[in-house]
């Protein structure tokens, strides 16, 4: 199994500050790296597919990148609804894994 | 829009059988561009994906659980099952139903999740 090593697990940050997760990859996973956003009692959203195509309606202030085993996700100007818990999720090949989380507050 | 939705019990006993429904709405099961998924949450914890089912009920399960685990598709009623079974209080979790995109295999769609607690 791919296992998927986030960092940090947890940031501290203000509004407009940018936030910088990193994930990796225990080997290759070409491009094939997902981003999700989980707001508490919500199901996670996904906001990044392919590590870097940002996913329709969510705001360009996001953005990933990365590819073979880092990866990055970057959030721009904070706004605070985007205080929340972010997952990376290997896609490249079954079992699907998912990082541990990065939870990003106040 | 697709909507997705879990149901079934929210408390099971240790040693049986955990049964959870995804309903999809608004999308067909059937469509090969999909896979449905399940992945859990233990409370407090992060994401673990159970397994996934494609349409053609190929299945893919995550190897700490393929023993115990089976996911079908009721391509009548568009659906989506999982079992678990012989629960243990380590299967206590907010289960969620979601859609797989083939493309890129990510989670675009997801339910709402539903809360198992296993406990006598």
């Known amino acids: 199994d791919i296992q998927m090593t986030q960092s940090p697990s947890s940031v501290s940050a203000s509004v407009g500050d940018r936030v910088t997760i990193t994930c990796r990859a225990s080997?290759?996973?070409?491009?094939?790296l997902a981003w999700y956003q989980q707001k508490p009692g919500k199901a996670p959203k996904l906001l990044i597919y392919?590590?870097?195509s940002l996913e329709s309606g969510v705001p360009s202030r996001f953005s990933g990148s990365g590819s073979g085993t880092d990866f990055t996700l970057t959030i721009n100007d904070l706004q605070a609804e985007d205080f929340a818990t972010y997952y990376c999720?290997?896609?490249?090949?079954?079992?699907?894994?998912f990082g541990g989380g990065t939870k990003v507050d106040i | 829009q697709l909507q997705l939705q879990e149901s079934g019990p929210g408390l099971v006993k240790p040693s049986e059988t955990l049964s959870l429904t995804c309903t999809v709405s608004?999308?067909?099961?059937?469509?090969?561009?999909?896979?449905w998924g399940w992945i859990r949450q233990p409370p407090g914890k992060g994401l673990e994906w159970v397994g996934s089912?494609?349409?053609?009920?190929?299945?893919y399960y995550s190897p700490s659980l393929k023993s115990r685990v089976t996911i079908s598709l009721d391509t009548s009623k568009n659906q989506s099952s999982l079992k678990v079974n012989s629960v243990t209080a380590a299967d206590t979790a907010v289960y969620y139903c979601?859609?797989?995109?083939?493309?890129?295999?990510?989670?675009?769609?997801w339910g709402q999740g539903t809360l198992v607690t296993v406990s006598s």
């Open positions: 089912i494609y349409y053609n009920g190929n299945t």
């Open positions: 080997q290759g996973i070409s491009s094939w």
């Open positions: 608004g999308g067909s099961i059937s469509s090969s561009s999909y896979y």
């Open positions: 392919a590590a870097s």
């Open positions: 979601a859609r797989l995109w083939k493309t890129t295999t990510t989670f675009d769609y």
């Open positions: 999720q290997q896609a490249n090949i079954f079992p699907l894994t």
